[in-house]
T-cell receptor, first 113, second 114 residues
Framework: DSGVTQTPKHLITATGQRVTLRCSPR?????VYWYQQSLDQGLQFLIQ???????AKGNILERFSAQQFPDLHSELNLSSLELGDSALYFC????????????FGEGSRLTVL | AQSVTQLDSQVPVFEEAPVELRCNYS??????LFWYVQYPNQGLQLLLK??????LVKGINGFEAEFNKSQTSFHLRKPSVHISDTAEYFC????????????FGAGTRLAVHP
């Protein structure tokens, strides 16, 4: 158990809809990262937050947005969903320092029909 | 920018045989290097990391990796694999001062057969 909690584990929705994925980081971790894992694109870095502030941005679509709240949990919002958004979305957290050790949740599997 | 190439998408191997999973990276700046493992229906977990110092790094579950700066490689090895090592293995890099933004390779599926 990594200590990172993601909900929901599975989500099935239709094209054009909007969903919210939630992540609770490990206790004490200030950084939260979102990754998308799909068969064709592999693991893609989406965005990173540190203590409520956006720190780094990756290949995140404009239809997607994220935030980190004062209690350090984070939400990833996906809107105007397309079939190609079907993927496993991982949240990870890390402690202080830049050691590259991320602790991953088990992911939220999104299926867009 | 950084990129990671995992040279084998799948590696089949028999139990108790040695294995090497290959990883090459590209970067114009110094990087930290990592191997992560993903077991079925689970998130990724860190196997080992190279930050500095000795180029031979030992990790969990008997795995080790060697950093070769001249060849920009970071190959993962295990002298004797077990069925339980069947998983997806990801090589990753992050530039020094890169806020832990990991860039992952495409992954190598290790399938250990009895």
């Amino acid at each position: 158990d990594s200590g990172v909690t993601q909900t929901p584990k599975h989500l099935i929705t239709a094209t054009g809809q909007r969903v919210t994925l939630r992540c609770s980081p490990r206790s004490g971790d200030l950084s939260v990262y979102w990754y998308q894992q799909s068969l064709d694109q592999g693991l893609q870095f989406l965005i990173q937050y540190y203590n409520g502030e956006e720190r780094a941005k990756g290949n995140i679509l404009e239809r997607f947005s994220a935030q980190q709240f004062p209690d350090l949990h984070s939400e990833l919002n996906l809107s105007s969903l397309e079939l190609g958004d079907s993927a496993l979305y991982f949240c990870a957290s890390s402690g202080e320092g830049y050691t590259g050790e991320l602790f991953f949740g088990e992911g939220s599997r999104l299926t867009v029909l | 920018a950084q990129s990671v190439t995992q040279l084998d998408s799948q590696v089949p191997v028999f139990e108790e045989a040695p294995v090497e999973l290959r990883c090459n990276y590209s970067s114009s700046v110094s990087v930290y290097l990592f191997w992560y493992v993903q077991y079925p229906n689970q998130g990724l977990q860190l196997l080992l990391k190279y930050l500095s110092g000795s180029t031979l790094v030992k990790g969990i579950n008997g795995f080790e990796a060697e950093f070769n700066k001249s060849q920009t490689s970071f190959h993962l090895r295990k002298p004797s694999v077990h069925i339980s090592d069947t998983a997806e293995y990801f090589c990753a890099v992050t530039p020094l001062g890169g806020y832990n933004k990991l860039i992952f390779g495409a992954g190598t599926r290790l399938a250990v057969h009895p």
